[in-house]
């Protein structure tokens, strides 16, 4: 089911605080958990968060956002994994090509759970010198969850799972309008499957209106009786200005929120935020 409301408004180096974990509710999925984490604030133009799962459970997917350098600085990886028994989210936030002389920080939620039957981390990557789409189907199994990767300088302009027919993950990249951003551009969607869906699998769609106005976030929260496992993002219309801030996942509102603003260029036209978020009983 997709219920939409329109108009509402690999280990990388680690700098950040224990995770925290966090229990979910008893209605949500067996043994689902939440574990958090954030990185320092200061003025390194580069911010990594290696999220880990507790023992016995594995990543499907997960939320981000970046606190300061408004506009300047994206999210470039938001990728589910396991090395060596290590199963963790792996989170990148980077400026863009110009850089950003303030502070800033990135936080990260990774949504985990018991292993199911049939795990496994379906990828595909595109490369393009203007624009990637790719997309990463689970086949004959089912998608639980998902992630993506981008290139240097590079913007994810929408990413999430379909979870209908469609059965896979969706990345659109796009280059910063900055000047300086490196081509061509590569996106690597990661899909997240098993042999079966997970129970009461839904999605909730928001979209903020289409205007010119700087700054927009759409939140979606999961129906009652079911529990926030992921959160779908996009920018669309005339988006080629702004970038996401915040793929934000809310496990205590059962919620996501997308945030998109305008790079320091500024963007005149109409553009939109939406936000998804995949739910489960």
């Not at 590569?186 to 839904?202: E, H, K």
Request: with cysteine; net charge negative; hydrophobic share 45%.
């Amino acid at each position: 089911m997709r219920i939409r409301i329109i108009g509402l408004s690999i280990l990388t180096v680690v700098a950040s605080a224990a995770a925290v974990l966090v229990a979910a509710p008893a209605q949500a999925v067996v043994g689902l958990t939440y574990a958090t984490s954030v990185t320092v604030s200061d003025s390194a133009s580069s911010k990594s968060l290696a999220v880990a799962c507790p023992s016995g459970k594995v990543a499907i997917g997960g939320g981000a956002y970046i606190t300061g350098a408004i506009g300047s600085a994206s999210i470039r990886q938001l990728r589910p994994g396991q090395v060596l028994g290590f199963n963790f989210l792996s989170v990148i936030a980077q400026e863009d090509p110009d850089g950003y002389a303030g502070s800033w920080s990135l936080s990260a939620t990774a949504v985990c759970i018991p292993p199911p039957a049939g795990l496994s981390y379906v990828t595909a990557t595109v490369s393009d010198p203007s624009l990637v789409w790719a997309t990463a189907s689970c086949g004959a199994q089912r998608i639980i969850g998902h992630g993506y990767t981008v290139s240097d300088t590079a913007l994810a302009m929408a990413a999430g799972a379909e979870i209908d027919v469609r059965n896979r993950a969706y990345l659109s990249v796009e280059p910063s309008q900055v000047p300086g951003a490196v081509t061509p551009l590569t996106g690597t969607a990661v899909a997240v499957c098993a042999n079966a869906a997970l129970p009461g699998l839904t999605q909730v769609t928001v979209a903020t209106a289409t205007n010119s106005v700087n700054g927009k976030s759409a939140t979606a929260a999961c129906p009652a009786g079911t529990q926030v496992i992921g959160v779908n993002g996009d920018l669309f219309d005339w988006r080629r200005h702004t970038v996401i801030d915040d793929l934000t996942l809310n496990s205590a509102a059962n919620s996501v929120t997308v945030t998109g603003y305008e790079d320091q260029l500024g963007n005149p036209l109409n553009w939109t935020a939406e936000a998804s978020a995949l739910c489960a009983t």
